[in-house]
């Protein structure tokens, strides 16, 4: 067929492989190649010879979409190079790589044709079903290859991905936008892997790209709630290729048509690409969009500042890129500047308002502290455009009305983006921070602090670093504020310095009409020079009383604090006064730490002294350092003291010692200036008791309901200082004043033993015996024991030395009633004193009349020892060791069995001593029945292992027989069998018990069980002592002659020979016998 020419004039081969002539202009004048829609009647190679055969069945099934399915799917696999390459064909030759790269898909003459074949084939799809969702979307996916170029993984997996995409839920916050554009990474913008086909230029083929929309635009009016389609549409509409008559308003109306058509179920899906669009287009179209959006959604809010701020970086870089940009045009920017960072500060003073009000949940996490103080640093970022003038923010009315920040409240315009009214950033500081957060006072006055230097307003950062560091609470916001305003400080005197020193160097070159008013002008900065840094200099100074006052003010009853104050103050008497007052007045006596009353007493001695000078002078004194004789000696002030004192005697102290040490140093400073009869009064007046008896009974010391002023008359320490005093000022001999106030302490009952002792020792010093013996009987009455016991002891002591025997009769009456109600534990240092008493004054008899009731008193524990020393002191006497006997067995008879034994070995050992052997054997005989001899033979350190049985063994070897040293094993072994019924009988009765129900239990195994029964019998006799014994009893007793033997022949023989006449052996002998 020979070729003609198409419509157009564009020359036209009947083959589809044939090339086209000319280069890219050529075929870029032929774009759009689907408009017109291709005509077999004007392009011969629409429609292939080949396929003519499918257009007539095509024909005669029009209304079929089966038909048209097959059809479709003919068209697209016959313009393939091969049925597993893709559906791009190689370039033309006459393009170079450049004019390749630019039409993409399209630099193929055999793409062109195949574009025009499916467009032809689908368009007359479309117009016989043209509400079919698949036609359309394979179309579409077609007419994207020829214009994007292939997806990666094919279409196959491109579709894969959309459905999985698709079956993701999206959810309105942060996650909306987490991960990648939604189809962006679908579609490779470079060389995909295996070809080098990269998609269409947008400005080289804008017309094709616009014929693609075009179609899209045609799909959405025939299926517009499909939104598969309108996420294809986005697809094309985000491509980087796209152009910009597509990309820009056709764009953002297009997503706007998008969210007025789908449900709203699938508005999150649009508005994911929406947003990303308009974050990627940016200027004011990006945020009437975001804040489209967030009139919905608010939760990305904070992403919303994060994108002005970054918008007003981008305006900055571009100022910065084009410096040579006209005066109207830079103020523009900057009026642009300041709309974006005005912006971001109001939406984001709104947050933490709103945060703090609990209408606001922050997604990131973030707590209404931390929406503030990014806030706070937006406005030390851009302080001009955000906030307004020192001036502004005074005349601002608060809630109250008056001018000032005390009550500020925010306002509408505060919040409102769309006003164009700037923030009071002071205010909001103080009423949205401050009054929220104290404990991040600190941050937030150093914040502000920021903001005003940032404003070049130095004076009001001053004014707020003062302000700050006059209320806060805590040192680590003082530190904080502080260090900020010392820098700040250091800062601007430095700064101050080099311009100092940038004037010199340009004086030198200046003419000399002009150094009159350069003069004037260094003369100027030397001075703020010097301000600056005497200021400096002040805040340095200032430190530890800025310190000081932010303790005090976080606990003004920190007594410790205020008396570090008055240290600060140093040698100024009057500001030292003056805190002392101060502390008076402010401090809280319940609540007040520890040492409250030291503050009273502090600042009387104070006055006393004569003020840090008379300090000073005292000082002089008591060291080396000469004093000058012409230097004036300070004056005390003794009644401003007195009155310090009188006002601290009405304190409501915590603790009654304190107001008794409060009376205590009144009078000791009357006693040092020797006011002595002053100092008696006070002490009388501290003293002072109700006048009714039953008033002072009803008053306890340790109410602490009542005050301490009532209960002060009650206060030993405040009793023991009086006595003191009194006893010091009665230097005459004279004792009636001491005794006074002792008699009235043992009244009042609170004279404590040590105090009784105090007195009576008192007493016997000035050789007043009788009364000081008086007093100790007043207090064996007064006092119970254990207390009454050791003023016995005392009392008793102090008689015995001072009258010896010349009052026998009354000492022992007084012995006597010490021991009448005394306990059993406390009576045997009594008796040996009363027995001592009897030796050394009176008669031997009593002396052990006395110690053999000692015997009887006294407590178990004690009465071994007791027993023991009554028998070393009748040894002691004129009958000898030999009467002895009588208390050895009176002490036999009453001591517990562990001490019977042990009191036994001592008597046996007398009565050999005295030649008695038999004597001796019966109490060893006796004393056996009270000794395990298996605890016993375990050692001294046992309980119980005293030797007991070692030493009759002992005994019995060397004075004994076989016959007794055989009576003694007997003994042995059945005091041993005695011991062993109480816990080995027990023992072996409970297995026995055990064995039986076992054997019950198991019926079953009746044979095996009853042999293992009779080896365990057989073992538990072999190993019950309690059968040893029985033996051993039948056999002394004639019982059976026959035993069943242990040993076996050859044992028999070679057992060693043993001499049974042998007296004693040792204690394998007495294993053997058992």
Known sequence: MAPRKAKGGAPSTSGGGAQESGGMEAVVSRFPLTYPFPDPLTDLDVIPASDVSLEQDLLLNIDNQRSWNGYLDHVVSSNRPSENQPLFHSPDDALSSVEVRYLGPLASSENRLALKRVTFAYERAIAQFPTSYGVWRDYLLLRMQFVLAEPRGGLDGFWKRQIKTGKQNLEA??????????????????????????????RVGHREWESLAAVFERSLICIPRAPRIWLLYFTLLLHPSCPPTLSHTHTRRTFDRALRTLAPSQHLRVWKLYLRWAEMRSGETCLRIWRRYLSVDPSLTERFVVLLERMRASLEEEEEDDDDEEEEEDEEKDKLKAKRSLEAAKVLLKLASEAGQGRYTSPEGKSAYQLLIEWLELCEKYPDEVGMDREEEDALPSSSGESGSAAYKLTDSD???????????????????????????GRLWTGLATYWIRRNDLE??????????????????????????????????????????????????????????????????????????????????????????????????????????????????????????????????????????????????????????????????????PVCEDEEVPEADIDSARKVYERATTVPFKRVDDLADVWCQWAS??????????????????????????????????????????????????????????????????????????????????????????????????????????????????????????????????????????????????FEQALESCPEKFVRPLFLKYGQLE????????????????????????????????????????????????????????????????????????????????????????????????????????????????AWNRFE?????????????????????????????????????????KQQTNGSAAAAAAANEEADDDEDQENDPMRKAEVEARARAGGPSFVAAKQSQAQVQQAPEENEEEIGGGDDDDEDLM
């Open 669 to 814: 400073m009357e006693a040092r200036q020797g006011n002595f009869d002053a100092a008696l009064r006070v002490m009388v007046r501290a003293t002072a008791a109700p006048r009714s008896a039953a008033q002072i009974k009803s008053i306890s010391f340790y109410d602490e309901s009542l005050p301490v002023q009532t209960r002060l008359f009650k206060s030993a320490k405040l009793w023991a200082f009086y006595v003191d005093l009194q006893e010091a000022l009665d230097s005459d001999g004279s004792v009636e004043g001491t005794k006074a106030v002792y008699d009235r302490m043992i009244d009042l009952k609170i004279a404590t033993p040590q105090v009784l002792i105090n007195y009576a020792g008192f007493l016997e010093d000035h050789h007043y015996f009788e009364e000081a013996f008086k007093v100790y009987e007043r207090g064996v009455e007064a006092f119970t024991y254990p207390v009454a016991f050791e003023l016995w002891n005392v009392y008793l002591s102090k008689f015995v030395a001072r009258y010896g025997g010349t009052k026998i009769e009354r000492a022992r009456d007084l």
């Open 415 to 441: 919040t409102d983006v769309a006003s164009s009214s700037r923030l009071p950033v002071s205010h909001i500081v103080r009423s949205l921070g401050l009054a929220r957060f104290p404990d991040q006072a």
């Open 957 to 997: 070897i060397e004075c004994g027989t076989e016959e007794t040293f055989r009576e003694m094993l007997r003994i042995k072994r059945s005091v041993q069998a005695q011991f062993n019924t109480d816990v080995s009988y027990i023992a072996a009765y409970a297995r026995s018990a055990a064995a039986k129900a």
């Open 173 to 202: 916050g942060p996650t909306l936008l987490e991960g990648g554009v939604e189809g962006a990474d679908e579609w490779e913008w470079g060389k995909r892997q295996g070809a080098s086909i990269e998609p269409l230029d947008g």
């Open 839 to 950: 030796e050394e004054h009176g008669l031997s008899k009593r002396a052990m009349r006395i110690y053999e009731r000692a015997t009887e008193r006294v407590s178990e524990d004690d009465r071994f020892d007791m027993f023991a020393f009554y028998i070393a002191k009748v040894a002691e006497g004129a009958g000898g060791i030999a009467a002895t006997r009588s208390v050895y067995s009176r002490a036999i008879e009453v001591l517990p069995d562990r001490q019977t034994a042990r009191m036994c070995l001592r008597f046996a050992a007398l009565e050999r001593k005295l030649g008695e052997v038999d004597r001796a054997r019966a109490i060893y005989g006796h004393a056996a029945q009270f000794v395990d001899p298996r605890s016993d033979d375990e050692g001294s350190g046992a309980e119980g292992g005293l030797g007991f049985w070692k």
């Open 460 to 625: 009001a950062a001053k004014d707020t670093f003062e302000e700050g560091i006059a209320n806060v609470v805590t040192v680590r916001d003082f530190t904080q504020i502080f260090d900020a305003y010392a820098e700040t400080s250091e800062n601007v005197v430095g700064f101050l310095m080099e311009a100092l020193a940038g004037d010199e160097e340009d004086e030198e070159d200046e003419e000399e009409e002009e150094e009159e008013e350069e003069g004037e002008s260094r003369a100027a900065k030397e001075a703020e020079l010097d301000q600056k840094m005497k200021e400096f200099e002040d805040l340095m100074e200032r430190r530890p009383f800025l310190v000081n006052d932010v303790l005090l003010r976080r606990n003004p009853n920190d007594v410790q604090e205020w008396e570090k104050r008055v240290l600060l103050h140093g040698d100024d008497d009057e500001k030292v006064v003056e805190t002392y007052k101060k502390a008076i007045e402010t401090i809280n006596p319940r609540k007040a730490t520890a040492n409250h009353h030291v503050l009273f007493i502090n600042f009387a001695r104070f006055y006393e002294e004569g003020g840090n000078a008379g300090r000073e002078f005292l000082q002089q004194l008591q060291g080396e350092e």
